[in-house]
């Protein structure tokens, strides 16, 4: 029996040593992984952009809100290429959300050219919603960038 404990000790040791080391290469990786760091970049970015958006959609300036669905358009090719630290298995769900992403922007960028604001307002809340989804999965820190947990439409 007390073979059996020590043996069971010896391997919950084990465990926190492994998860320790696993957890200081996590955070080495995360900063020199470019990308991660691309991510990083990309995203305050991102909720600049957001922010943009919703200006431009109150004040019914439609070509304000294409110039940022111009600079959105002009990432996701890279977006798609990098790298989440969390869940990073789920590497095809997070390709497939920026598809869904490109797509619903598109949507937005085409009803503003098309002076739709009722249809550009729709839009966007779809967009929104996938900053949300992917963050619910591939976000792991919480509590910054308030902007982007809370994205609203
Ligand atoms: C395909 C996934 C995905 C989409 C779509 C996405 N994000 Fe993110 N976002 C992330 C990930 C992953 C992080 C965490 C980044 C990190 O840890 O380096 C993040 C972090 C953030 C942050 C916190 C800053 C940071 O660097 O951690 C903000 C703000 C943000 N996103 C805004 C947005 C907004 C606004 C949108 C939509 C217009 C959006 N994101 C769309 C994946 C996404």
Same mark, same amino acid.
Request: proline fraction near 0%.
């Given at each position: %029996? *007390?073979?059996? %404990?020590?043996? *069971?000790?010896?391997? %919950?040791?084990? /465990?926190? /040593? ?9 955070? !080495?990786?995360h900063?020199?992984d470019a990308h991660m760091a691309k991510l990083h970049k990309m995203m305050p970015?991102y /909720? =600049? ?11 019914? &300036? ?9 600079? *959105?358009?002009?990432t996701?090719?890279d977006l798609?290429k990098s790298t989440p630290h969390?869940?990073?298995? =789920?590497?095809? &769900?997070f390709?497939?959300?920026?598809? !869904?992403?490109?797509? &619903?922007?598109?949507? @937005?960028? !085409?009803?503003?050219? =098309?002076? !739709? @604001? ?8 779809? #967009?929104? =919603?996938?900053?949300?989804?992917c963050?619910?999965?591939f976000r792991a ?9 809370? #994205?609203?439409?």
């Open positions: %029996m *007390i073979k059996v %404990m020590t043996v *069971i000790a010896a391997a %919950m040791l084990l /465990a926190t /040593a492994v998860a320790d080391a696993h957890e200081g290469q996590h955070h !080495d990786k900063h020199v970015r /909720a =600049k952009a957001q922010v943009l958006i919703v200006t431009s959609l109150d004040k019914g &300036d439609l070509k304000g809100v294409v110039k940022q669905t111009d600079y *959105i358009l002009s996701t090719a798609k969390k869940n990073v298995a =789920k590497l095809k &769900d390709q497939g959300i920026v598809s !869904d992403f490109e797509r &619903d922007v598109t949507v @937005l960028a !085409d009803s503003a050219k =098309k002076g !739709d @604001l009722q249809g550009a307002r729709a839009a966007f809340a779809s #967009v929104a =919603k996938r900053c949300n989804s963050h619910e999965t820190e919480v509590g910054y960038g308030g902007a982007a947990s809370e #994205v609203s439409g």
